[in-house]
């Protein structure tokens, strides 16, 4: 879609005459945009003073046009079918972008009703905003801390102005991707030592490269796999490629020899083998540069990991688990399939029964569980994470202020409650109907 979409572009600046085909001439007050799909390029170019919401027949709700409609406070509905095509121009529709739902032909009642609602979350929005920057602390006086997933050193002001507590995840293969070489140690070093400097002491979790799966990187000149994301991916590229990792981690810790506060996490580990070699590589550069002791924490994103939780815990200083690919692997559905979209749900009750493995796997060696897949920016999937155990969050910044706002409305026990309660659920249909609960 990402090709297609530079396509395009560059027949545009070709021929002119073909950029009608692209959303313009929209009216004036808000319309819903139906449409196959939407590159990431339309997306992030669209009026959001002439658009009110998205839906789109293909896509997926993690597609980078998904994210991007989140990011601009579009509501919208992804890969729902060929049927929506058939909408007329001109007619009324309601999308809940939170459920994934469009109502076609409402009635007046029903606009009405809708209308109402969206002043309401207008409202509740703005007075959320207002206290981004308290703390997530139950009603019963836990702390669960709240982080931002951010890329690059200039994002962090934007993720503190939105109440984030550090960065729980930097995500290190985007100094990688869109270039034509491979980063080298003094680049690498600078920007993680922007990074710190940037959250002033604040912590900072730096995941080691994640190359594999949906993400690509074309002058490594990897080799073509047939299945991608059970190939050679994150801990399994970097033991392989000692030139991937090595100068990575020696920029890290000359970050630390200067004084940065991090962690470095290891994506994709499966067994206690791997983790240990890796923990050999880094003791090796570490003393080789007589560079501070740093914390080596893990993904969990596999269910080898989770089942072996309280083994992986001997090794690792700490867990953060990827309920994407978490959510992938348990069902085995590819994240990437449209056509799955709507099953592949972190809230099956097998998801967060892998969380719970992981939690408690964790607890044998006091280890710290935090999470940075998706479900940890879903003010209900906050909610149940942290009743699993989970004690830190991070998120897009956007989430933040939401998800920190509904902690600080619960105790840790109503938590574990609902969490029980939805570990109990047959299927994700009846973990989402627990949320009803929680909001009436």
């Known amino acids: 879609a990402d090709l297609r979409d530079v396509g395009r572009r560059v027949l545009v600046q070709l021929q002119p005459s073909l950029a009608a085909a692209g959303p313009e001439g929209l009216p004036e007050g808000g319309c819903i945009l139906v ?19 998205l839906v789109t027949a293909q896509g997926s709700p993690t597609s980078h046009t998904a994210i991007l ?44 009703s809708a209308r109402a609602h969206m002043a309401e979350q207008q409202a509740l929005q703005e007075r959320v905003a207002a206290q981004r920057s308290l703390p997530a602390i139950t009603t019963d006086g836990v702390r669960i801390e709240v982080c931002a997933n951010v890329n690059l050193p200039e994002q962090v002001p934007l993720a503190l102005s939105q109440g984030a507590e550090g960065v729980g995840l930097m995500r290190t293969e985007f100094l990688f991707l869109e270039r034509g070489s491979t980063p080298g140690e003094d680049e690498q070093y600078e920007t993680y030592r922007a ?79 791997e983790l240990l070699a890796l923990r050999a590589a880094c003791e090796r550069l570490r003393a080789e540069l007589d560079a501070p002791v740093l914390p080596l924490g893990i993904m969990i994103e596999v269910p080898a990991a989770a089942v072996q939780a309280d083994a992986l815990a001997r090794h690792a200083d700490f867990f953060s688990i990827g309920t994407n690919d978490l959510t992938q692997y348990v069902l085995a559905m590819d994240r990437q399939n449209p056509q799955l979209a709507a099953e592949a749900d972190s809230l099956h009750p097998a998801v967060l029964r892998m969380v719970r493995a992981t939690v408690q796997g964790a607890a044998t060696c006091a280890r710290p569980v935090g999470v940075c897949g998706g479900l ?65």
């Not at 449409?35 to 658009?51: G, N, W, Y």
């Not at 999937?381 to 920190?404: Q, R, Y």
């Open 35 to 53: 449409a196959a799909d939407l590159s990431p390029s339309e997306t992030a170019q669209l009026d959001t003073a002439r658009v009110a919401a």
């Open 69 to 112: 409609a989140r990011t601009l406070g579009l509501p919208a509905a992804v890969a729902a079918g060929g049927g929506v095509l058939g909408m007329a121009d001109g007619a009324l529709a309601i999308v809940d972008g939170a459920n994934g739902r469009i109502y076609l032909d409402p009635s007046e009642q029903d606009l009405a």
């Open 195 to 273: 990074m710190a400097q940037a959250l002033e002491g604040r912590p900072l979790i730096v995941r080691a490269l994640d190359i594999g799966g949906d993400k690509q990187v074309a002058h490594l000149e990897l080799p073509r796999e047939d299945n991608p994301f059970l190939g050679v991916r994150g801990a399994r590229l970097l033991l392989r490629r000692p030139d991937l990792l090595e100068p990575q981690m020696r920029a890290l810790y000359r970050a630390a020899r200067d004084g940065a506060r991090l962690s470095v996490m290891f994506p994709m580990v499966t067994s206690v083998q």
């Open 376 to 440: 940890a920016g879903d003010p209900f999937g906050a909610l149940l994470l942290a009743g699993l155990g989970v004690g830190e969050l991070s998120m897009t910044p956007n989430d933040i202020a939401g998800v920190k706002a509904g902690l600080r409305a619960a105790s840790l026990r109503q938590l574990q409650a609902l969490a029980d309660r939805a570990l109990g659920c047959e299927d994700a249909a009846q973990v989402r109907a627990l949320a009803k609960e929680v909001t009436a």
